[in-house]
């Protein structure tokens, strides 16, 4: 089985802080994705990367950036925590190549981020 | 632009019952279409997907989809719901041309009341 980890479940920080939030998957996939989901508005793409020391913006890339130096690792950064970034943060994997196998993506547990 | 419409925030339906989650798309080309669902305190977890072939697809827990292309409508069915199938379901789709991401719908909230 597919298994996407997230660092950390849980996360507080404070206001300005910058903040990683580190993904790990173990199948080799060539794609990772970094949504936000909050209650009425779903799932929102950031980033996301194709490949290693590749990214790509998502749809609210505004005060995020994103690292992936390794293949099986995917960080997203906040360089300053503010409060309207207080939300769930879903990591997600997928292979590519096939049209039938890409697109299945394989979800992270989630990080649940405040910012106080 | 690809976009996704979940028409219902929330469904209600009896155990025992059949239940429908609405989804409807708009996309450039061919659609790939996918359901996910979200258990509390979970991560997205995958129940099918239409590629291309019968319109009619099988995924997991006893759920299937119906892929409508007059309709543009990807809509989420199982005979007999059951108390443990609620949950957080989101409708997917990109299209069939280039490599650009999935794009989720704003998910609908199933409650399954016994």
């Known amino acids: 089985d597919v298994k996407v980890t997230q660092s950390s479940r849980y996360l507080v920080k404070r206001t300005g802080e910058k903040v990683f939030l580190e993904c790990v998957q173990d199948m080799d996939h060539e794609n990772m994705f970094w949504y936000r989901q909050d209650p009425g508005l779903g799932l929102r793409l950031i980033y996301f990367s194709y490949d290693v020391k590749m990214k790509e913006k998502g749809d609210i890339p505004e005060g995020y950036s994103v690292s992936r130096e390794k293949k099986e690792r995917f960080s997203l950064i906040l360089e300053s925590a503010s409060t309207n970034q207080t939300s769930m943060y879903l990591c997600?994997?997928?292979?590519?190549?096939?049209?039938?196998?890409?697109?299945?993506?394989?979800f992270g547990p989630g990080t649940r981020l405040t910012v106080l | 632009a690809q976009s996704v419409a979940q028409p219902e925030d929330q469904v209600n339906v009896a155990e025992g019952n059949p239940l429908t989650v609405k989804c409807t798309y708009s996309v450039s080309g061919n659609p790939y279409l996918f359901w996910y669902v979200q258990y509390p305190n979970r991560g997205l977890q995958f129940l099918l997907k239409y590629i291309t072939g019968d319109n009619l697809v099988k995924g997991s827990y006893g759920f299937e989809a119906e892929f409508n292309k007059s309709q543009t409508s990807f809509h989420l069915k199982k005979p007999s719901a059951l108390v443990s199938d609620s949950a957080l379901y989101f409708c997917a789709v990109r299209g069939n041309s280039g490599n650009t991401p999935l794009v989720f719908g704003k998910g609908t909230r199933l409650s399954v009341i016994a």
């Open positions: 997600a994997s997928a292979e590519a190549g096939l049209a039938e196998s890409t697109d299945t993506q394989y």
